[in-house]
Every structure is written in C-alpha cells, then in structure tokens.
C-alpha cells in the first residue's frame, strides 16, 4: 500500500481559449468510478451544446484504476494525453473532464494532444494539489483529570485528531505515521505517568 499519494484540493473548473476553440477544463477529487462517471455526466449536462467531452480518471492510491476517452475526438488526441497529464503528476483519486466547442479552425492531432494535456495541467495548478499521507489509527483512552492536556498536547504537536468521545473515560482517536508508533507509546505513557492506555485500529489516508 501506498504510504502517500496527491490529489485534488477541490473542484474547480479552469478554461483556456485556442484558436478561437473553447476548452474547458473540470476537474474533481472522487473516491470511486461510479463517482467518476456522475460527475462527467453532470458536466455533459451543464454543457449540452459543445461537440466533445474528453474524460480521464485515476483512482486508487497506486493509480491502479486508469481510464480515457477522447469522446469523438480523433484516437489518442484528448483522452490519453488528458490521463498522461495526471499520471505525470502522480494523481489520484481524481477525474478531469474537457469540454471543447469547435472554434471553426481545425488544430491538429499535435494542437489537439498539446491542447488536452495543457490544459490539465494548468488546471492542476490554478485549482491547487493536497498530498494524504498514511495513517494508523490509533485511540488513546485517558481518565478525566489527563485528557484535556494530551489532547492539547496532541493538537499541539501536529497530531491527527480524529474524534474525542466522552464517557467514563474519554477516548481520543489520532492517526499516525506506522513509524511514529514506538516513539508516540513512550511518549504517552511518560505523559500519563502510565495511566493511558492505546489500542491500535485499521489505516486511512490523511491531508498533511
């Protein structure tokens, strides 16, 4: 498994203009193929009139899942230099949809590649990138009298809190690097004078 990979920061829409040719970039962090698919449904319905709507999408944290299409563009021309864009970028987790209204002057199969892929790329960096890192969920259960100084400390720290539940304990879930574990078990019970005790859970990603 992965232990990082980059993303998208947020939706957004970047457009550039070609030889009197539109082309309009939409891009969208997703988590799944079927999220993938709505999205560059609801783009061809926001756009009814434009002639193509060029699609990629790489998911998975290893980029696993990769998938184009040039949507009546000539072969290779749109979707595949649109998939190169991210994969070149190392992105996941992400689909990007290029909508193009024919301008009346033809551009090529090279002004066509450069056109896709530039302006993926440009969305890319308009719109912003966020890096999620691996994380071992944790969960640090503590008395009363301790918990609200570890969770400051914690926060303090940089710590990924993740959720505090109060009961006849309180419970505080973190994620941590698999590496930080050791370190972070000494740290604890030095802070708790051994009083705190921590159950290791699954894994997820995390913005750092």
């Not at 918990?147 to 879930?173: M, P």
Request: overall charge negative; proline content about 2%.
């Amino acid at each position: 498994m992965q232990d990082q990979y980059r993303t998208l920061a947020h939706e957004g829409v970047h457009e550039i203009e070609i030889n009197k040719s539109r082309f309009i970039c939409a891009l969208a962090p997703v988590a799944t193929e079927a999220e993938a698919q709505d999205f560059i449904a609801r783009i061809r319905k926001e756009h009814p009139a434009a002639r193509h709507h060029c699609w990629a999408y790489v998911l998975g944290a290893d980029g696993g899942v990769q998938k184009a299409s040039d949507d009546g563009e000539p072969g290779g021309t749109a979707g595949v230099p649109m998939l190169q864009m991210l994969v070149r970028r190392e992105m996941r987790y992400v689909v990007a949809v290029v909508t193009r209204y024919f301008g009346g002057v033809k551009l090529g199969a090279g002004g066509l590649i450069r056109a896709y892929g530039g302006v993926v790329g440009e969305a890319l960096d308009v719109l912003g990138t966020v890096t999620r890192q691996r994380f071992r969920l944790v969960t640090v259960t503590v008395d009363h009298q301790r918990a609200g100084r570890v969770e400051n400390d914690l926060r303090a720290t940089g710590r990924s809190v993740r959720e505090v539940t109060y009961g006849a304990e309180v419970r505080i879930e973190i994620g941590l690097p698999e590496a930080d574990l050791d370190a972070f078990r000494a740290w604890l019970a030095d802070a708790t004078a051994g009083t705190a005790r921590l159950e290791q859970g699954g894994e997820a990603y995390g913005e750092i």
